[in-house]
């Protein structure tokens, strides 16, 4: 669903950019929480989160080159809002679908650069603040076990694409540059993307899945979602024939944690990343995705500009100047997996470590907060 420019007029892209630029702002004080913790339990998984972060957006970057049939000459991709909210927190869920997006722009000519505003308000906001909406709904009142979790992100992934499809419409409408009516546009993006959201909910919901069968401890949306046994003494037992009463015991203090390590899962996730990127996208459809195949068949691409980066050495995915479409798609989406794996470590580390020296310098700040839980 990447808009690419001149789907959009000048004063409604720089509104949104505008929007995206405030949205973005204000995920970055949300994710610095998220990835500091709150509490003991959000505090414990804290430290696993920020190296996970930049993670799974180069897992959205690689997933997102597989594109998948969903109708006749049309496909879709993952837009990745509802997988990165789930997994990570919704404020670092949309830096983390904004890195990608920002990625595919300057690298790939994969979205319009006038258009990125658009582009992050459309498939970064609405599909991660619509996707975590309905997981935090659905969780609430579903049984309290894992599999509650992946039903959830089942259905708030495959809701969040057609919410995309919609805002499409309404800024469309607000600043399209091609004469078409409106309705047209609406009935044909809600109804090509809600197949396309099946897709994203089968995604989401075995990535996530994956995930919280291995290493619950990992998924944002998780935390809180089992506690560890305890084992208690009936107050109604009384002492058996003959002995005394036993001396009352002062509470032992509960462990620490142990903390376990990241790294299995974080290679797994970077190896997988790599043979999507690397490997599985030479077998993806070619057919256009849903806005491409919309747009063509009622004119919205009609005013579409050339990309500015067009003549970029990885434009359309493939590496300039290797003629083998196998290796040069290959190494683009390894050089694009490692970009965004950099980027987005990198933005999340330091933010962690801002949030992590700010808490230090002010012990109390974080006391009295409850901790994330479903």
């Known amino acids: 669903m990447h808009v690419p420019d001149g789907f959009i007029n000048a004063p409604v892209s720089a509104a949104t950019g505008v929007v995206a630029a405030v949205a973005v702002a204000v995920s970055l004080r949300g994710a610095r929480r998220?990835?500091?913790?709150?509490?003991?339990?959000?505090?414990?998984?804290?430290?696993?989160?920020?190296?996970?972060?930049?993670?799974?957006?180069?897992?959205?970057?690689a997933v997102q080159m597989l594109n998948f049939p969903v109708a006749a000459g049309t496909s879709g991709h993952l837009l990745g809002g509802a997988l990165a909210a789930i997994l990570v927190g919704p404020y670092t869920g949309v830096l983390c679908v904004s890195v990608v997006l920002l990625m595919q722009g300057v690298l790939f000519a994969d979205g319009g650069l006038t258009a990125l505003g658009v582009n992050i308000t459309d498939m970064a906001i609405v599909?991660?603040?619509?996707?975590?909406?309905?997981?935090?709904?659905?969780?609430?009142?579903?049984?309290?076990?894992?599999?509650s979790v992946t039903v959830a992100a089942f259905v708030a992934a495959l809701l969040s694409v057609p919410a995309a499809a919609v805002a499409f419409t309404a800024l469309y409408a607000l600043g399209g540059t091609a004469d078409v009516p409106l309705g047209k546009v609406f009935t044909a993006m809600v109804?090509?993307?809600?197949?396309?959201?099946?897709?994203?909910?089968?995604?989401t919901a075995l990535t996530v899945g994956a995930v919280i069968a291995v290493r619950p401890d990992l998924v944002y949306?998780?935390?809180?979602?089992?506690?560890?046994?305890?084992l208690r003494t009936s107050p109604l037992a009384g002492p058996a024939d003959g002995a005394a009463p036993a001396a009352p015991v002062p509470a032992a203090p509960t462990p620490a944690p142990a903390r376990r390590s990241v790294r299995r899962v974080w290679l797994?996730?970077?190896?997988?990343?790599?043979?999507?990127?690397?490997?599985?996208?030479?077998?993806?459809?070619?057919?256009?995705?849903?806005?491409?195949?919309?747009?063509?068949?009622?004119?919205?691409?009609?005013?579409?500009?050339?990309?500015?980066?067009?003549?970029?050495?990885?434009?359309?995915?493939?590496?300039?100047?290797i003629t083998d479409?196998?290796?040069?798609?290959?190494?683009?989406?390894?050089?694009?997996?490692?970009?965004?794996?950099?980027?987005?470590?990198?933005?999340?580390?330091?933010?962690?470590?801002?949030?992590?020296?700010?808490?230090?310098?002010?012990?109390d700040a974080g006391a009295g907060r409850p901790s994330e839980s479903v």
């Open 34 to 61: 998220e990835l500091a913790g709150a509490g003991p339990v959000g505090a414990a998984a804290a430290e696993r989160t920020a190296p996970l972060a930049g993670l799974v957006a180069a897992f959205i970057f």
């Open 268 to 321: 797994a996730g970077l190896a997988a990343a790599l043979v999507c990127a690397g490997g599985v996208s030479y077998y993806a459809s070619a057919s256009p995705d849903g806005l491409e195949k919309v747009a063509q068949d009622h004119g919205i691409d009609r005013k579409a500009e050339d990309h500015a980066a067009k003549d970029s050495p990885l434009a359309d995915y493939s590496v300039k100047d």
């Open 191 to 203: 109804g090509v993307h809600l197949l396309i959201g099946i897709g994203e909910a089968a995604i």
């Open 221 to 230: 949306g998780a935390r809180g979602l089992t506690k560890p046994l305890e």
């Open 127 to 147: 599909t991660t603040v619509v996707a975590y909406g309905l997981f935090r709904g659905l969780v609430k009142v579903l049984p309290r076990r894992r599999r």
């Open 325 to 363: 479409p196998r290796l040069s798609g290959g190494l683009a989406g390894v050089i694009g997996v490692g970009a965004t794996l950099a980027v987005g470590t990198g933005v999340f580390v330091v933010l962690r470590r801002r949030r992590s020296a700010a808490t230090a310098e002010r012990p």
